[in-house]
């Protein structure tokens, strides 16, 4: 079964940047939808932004739109959450999730259960 493996969360002032990757490991398939959600303390926990396989179609939260971009790169089953213009209110954890695909299959998938395949959540803490 497929794992994924979260890595650059940390502690940043208000107004820098965290990236945060995520790797798909013993991947069944070639073909991932991937999505980045977060939950902070007391709180649901929400899409932040998603990505089709192809990279063509993407899906971003308002409240990150124009301060955080999703890219892959598929050679290594991997995707990326670049992180500016940090606020407090983006404390969080932040999971990474996975689904599999078909051909052509252009969708950037934002609903918790259509994502078969979750990572253990990285910290992210924006300090004032």
């Known amino acids: 079964q497929e794992q994924l493996e979260e890595s650059g969360g940390g502690l940043v002032q208000a107004g820098g940047s965290l990236r945060l990757s995520c790797a798909v490991s013993?991947?069944?398939?070639?073909?991932?939808?991937m999505g980045w959600f977060r939950q902070a303390p007391g709180k649901e926990r929400e899409i932040v932004t998603a990505?089709?396989?192809?990279?063509?179609?993407?899906y971003y939260a308002d409240s990150v739109k124009g301060r955080f971009v999703i890219s892959r790169d598929n050679v290594k089953d991997t995707v990326y959450l670049q992180m500016g213009s940090l606020k407090p209110e983006d404390t969080a954890v932040y999971y990474c999730?996975?689904?599999?695909?078909?051909?052509?299959?252009?969708?950037?998938?934002?609903?918790?259960?259509?994502?078969?395949?979750w990572g253990q959540g990285t910290q992210v803490t924006v300090s004032s």
């Open positions: 990505v089709s396989w192809s990279g063509d179609t993407t």
């Open positions: 999730a996975a689904k599999r695909t078909l051909m052509g299959e252009g969708h950037a998938y934002t609903a918790e259960y259509a994502y078969e395949f």
């Open positions: 013993r991947a069944t398939s070639s073909r991932y939808a």
